[in-house]
Structures are given as structure tokens and as C-alpha cells.
T-cell receptor, first 116, second 112 residues
Framework: DTEVTQTPKHLVMGMTNKKSLKCEQH?????MYWYKQKAKKPPELMFV???????INESVPSRFSPECPNSSLLNLHLHALQPEDSALYLC???????????????FGPGTRLTVL | GESVGLHLPTLSVQEGDNSIINCAYS??????FIWYKQESGKGPQFIID?????DKRQGQRVTVLLNKTVKHLSLQIAATQPGDSAVYFC???????????FGTGTKLQVIP
């Protein structure tokens, strides 16, 4: 299984709502990532988890809260978002990054988020 | 490369011709450079990577060239097919093997 799955595919939420994005992989990868992608722009790194520990937070506002319950799952909890947070949120996974292995990341299809 | 502007650079290529997509990178400390393909409605898909101590690597129908002197990366696609139509991103890995920074994409349009 070389697939990264993300749910939901689409999400519309108000600025006072609380919602969560979910990501799952069963490739035995020990690094998982959240990216934000706006239209016609490249993906921008938000968070990196390595061995279920948060290793990189790219100065993301606290209204985005990541969680890695186990090595296969990654969540992104959303609260009090702004309309400018509307974007495609991509999850990715890769092999153990600490060994200098190939940087190949496997991406999910993303969650298209609209904040009203 | 840095993301600038609201319009993706576009490369239009006749089916069967070769395509060359270029990218300028910024960080001399990057240890790997990577090319991703993103089709409409999908996440990026890995194409090929190259270590910083190499200058050329070939895959199936694709070749990546790295020129560290001018910080330039290119992706060559041989015999371009309609299925190659997508946005192509170069990326560089820094930050202790975990941080990957994407450059500005290039939209490849294949004309049948």
C-alpha cells in the first residue's frame, strides 16, 4: 500500500467552528508532514512529525494544532480560522529522514478547505 | 526558487517533442533536489531526485541536471505525452533532512 489518504476531501467551516483534518498512511513511514497550498502557488510546509514527535513548526498560527496519535495517523485540528486560511491542505509521509535516505515524500490528495 | 506573482509560468510543447523545465534554487546547503508533478485535483507526485554531489541523473524518460555554480536545476522530459500535462515543482531539502522547500511551479501544456 503506497497510498496516503486524507479526509474529508472538502470542508466548509465558519470562523467559529472547530474541525479536524485526518491523514493516514500504512507504508511504515516515520515522518509525516502538513502543507498548505494556495491556488497557483507551491505547497508551503507547516509541520513535520518525526517518530510521532513534532520536529518542525514553521511559525504556524496556534489556530492550527497538529496531532500525531500514532505512526500511521496525523491530524490537524482547526479552530477560529480566518477566510485567508482557505486553501488545499496536503498531508505527506516519507521514510526515516534522519538516515539521509531519499527525500521522496508521498502526498495525499489534500483537503480543500473553505472558511466563510 | 521563491514563489512570486499570481501566474504560473507556462511551457507549451508539441506531443512527441522534448520538454525542458528550469528552476533556480537558493540554498547552497541543500543536500537533495527533487522534482514533483502535480496534476489538477491531486497531490504532488515524486518524479526524480538528485543528490547535491551529482550533476546528472536519469530516470524513465526524465533527466535531471544540476548546476551548482549558478544554482540551477532542470528537468528534461523526452517524447512528451499528453499525460505529462501538469504543474511541475522543483524542491530542495534542507534543515537536517526534514525540511523540503518548493520552488515556483511551471505549468506544462502538451499540444496533441
Amino acid at each position: 500500500d503506497t497510498e496516503v489518504t486524507q479526509t474529508p476531501k472538502h470542508l466548509v467551516m465558519g470562523m467559529t467552528n472547530k474541525k479536524s483534518l485526518k491523514c493516514e498512511q500504512h507504508m511504515g513511514h516515520r515522518a509525516m508532514y502538513w502543507y498548505k497550498q494556495k491556488a497557483k502557488k507551491p505547497p508551503e510546509l507547516m509541520f513535520v512529525y518525526s517518530y510521532e514527535k513534532l520536529s518542525i513548526n514553521e511559525s504556524v498560527p496556534s489556530r492550527f494544532s497538529p496531532e500525531c496519535p500514532n505512526s500511521s495517523l496525523l491530524n490537524l485540528h482547526l479552530h477560529a480560522l480566518q477566510p485567508e486560511d482557505s486553501a488545499l491542505y496536503l498531508c505527506a509521509s516519507s521514510q526515516d529522514p534522519g538516515t539521509g535516505a531519499s527525500p521522496e515524500q508521498f502526498f495525499g490528495p489534500g483537503t480543500r478547505l473553505t472558511v466563510l | 526558487g521563491e514563489s512570486v506573482g499570481l501566474h504560473l509560468p507556462t511551457l507549451s510543447v508539441q506531443e512527441g517533442d522534448n520538454s525542458i523545465i528550469n528552476c533556480a534554487y537558493s540554498n547552497s546547503a541543500s543536500d537533495y533536489f527533487i522534482w514533483y508533478k502535480q496534476e489538477s485535483g491531486k497531490g504532488p507526485q515524486f518524479i526524480i531526485d538528485i543528490r547535491s554531489n551529482m550533476d546528472k541523473r536519469q530516470g524513465q524518460r526524465v533527466t535531471v541536471l544540476l548546476n551548482k555554480t549558478v544554482k540551477h536545476l532542470s528537468l528534461q522530459i523526452a517524447a512528451t505525452q499528453p499525460g505529462d500535462s501538469a504543474v511541475y515543482f522543483c524542491a530542495e531539502r534542507t534543515g537536517g533532512y526534514q525540511k523540503v522547500t518548493f520552488g515556483t511551479g511551471t505549468k506544462l501544456q502538451v499540444i496533441p
